[in-house]
């Protein structure tokens, strides 16, 4: 057996593997930013109904700022489940 074969059938199913989990990464990042994209609308838009002296006083109150974090949350904890799910797909963290 040529060493190119033999170290070709070692790294092919860890090249699958790496691919899927690269794949799975794309798909749920780009449905994680529509996602976010959507809640910023509507939140712009439940927003915008209020009376601007309403909305003065929700940012004031910090409004602005707990919407940056409640959003902020929600992209981590995404991305720490994303994590999980690539180490398991790879075959680092088995469960």
Known sequence: MK???WLLSLLQPAAGRLMAALGFSVVSVVGMEAMLASI???LVQGLGGLSADMFNVFLL???GQALGIIT???TTRVLLWQVQNA???LGVNPQ
Do not use: E, F, S, V
């Open 3 to 5: 060493l190119g074969t």
């Open 40 to 42: 910023r609308t509507q």
């Open 61 to 63: 109150a910090g409004g």
């Open 87 to 89: 180490t398991r797909i």
């Open 72 to 74: 902020g949350a929600l």
